[in-house]
């Protein structure tokens, strides 16, 4: 059994940010499938048993499970040394985190599953709606990115695997063309997918049960 063991599914952007750390920091790890399309993150017993929010990704190291990706890209920066970010950048990787979860991962994935993961179609208004709040945040990071290399500057750090969660997902599921509208997240998600370790998430984490997409 591997050290670390990353309970997940393929289509999670919030696993695929750990996943990916994981293979490129090289680190001893597995993927652990879970039903996510099956309902399992809403059973009783796997929220009483691995995860209370009722979420993935869950990181099972020697018996503990964690949650929230942002939380163990810290800890694993803080236990293994991989991409951590100097201390005096400690400020900025809370609020870069803090950003994309609140932002950028969060406004682009509900995006992604409204308009290709649902059973049926959703209301245009609920797309127009999300649409609006991926182009902002992503006006923002595309700004960021524009004269500098990684988020926090010239060093790759955990800040770059947190807002990589979702960037490699094909256009038909996310419903946006990164090369084409926003080209400096563009070449940033080039470069880390030049990283020994890189794989697209289906790839690097194909266990468990992922929601089918409407739209291929
Ligand atoms: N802030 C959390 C978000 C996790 C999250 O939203 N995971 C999704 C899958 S990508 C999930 O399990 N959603 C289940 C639900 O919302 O009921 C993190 O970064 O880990």
């Not at 990283?195 to 997409?213: C, D, F, I, N, T």
């Amino acid at each position: 059994m591997a050290r670390y063991r990353l309970h997940c599914v393929g289509g999670s952007g919030n696993s695929y940010k750990l996943a990916l750390y994981l293979n490129c920091a090289g680190l001893d790890w597995e993927p652990v499938g879970v039903d996510f399309a099956g309902g399992q993150t809403r059973d009783a017993t796997w929220r009483a048993e691995t995860n209370l929010m009722g979420e993935v990704p869950v990181l099972e190291v020697d018996g503990r499970l964690m949650s929230q990706s942002g939380a163990i890209l810290i800890w694993l920066a803080e236990t293994t040394g991989h991409f951590a970010a100097n201390a005096a950048d400690r400020f900025d990787v809370l609020r870069w985190l803090m950003f994309d979860n609140h932002k950028f991962t969060a406004n682009y994935a509900m995006h992604r599953f409204q308009n290709a993961l649902t059973p049926e179609p959703v209301h245009p208004a609920v797309l127009a709606f999300l649409r609006a709040r991926v182009v902002s945040s992503c006006a923002i990071v595309e700004k960021h990115l524009v004269d500098r290399p990684y988020m926090l500057g010239d060093r790759l750090t955990i800040v770059d695997f947190s807002l990589a969660g979702y960037i490699y997902y094909p256009k038909e599921e996310t419903g946006f063309d990164i090369e084409t509208t926003f080209p400096a997240i563009h070449a940033w998600r080039q470069r880390l997918a030049s990283l020994p370790g890189w794989k697209p998430p289906y790839e690097l984490m194909p266990v468990g049960r992922s929601p089918a997409a409407r739209v291929t």
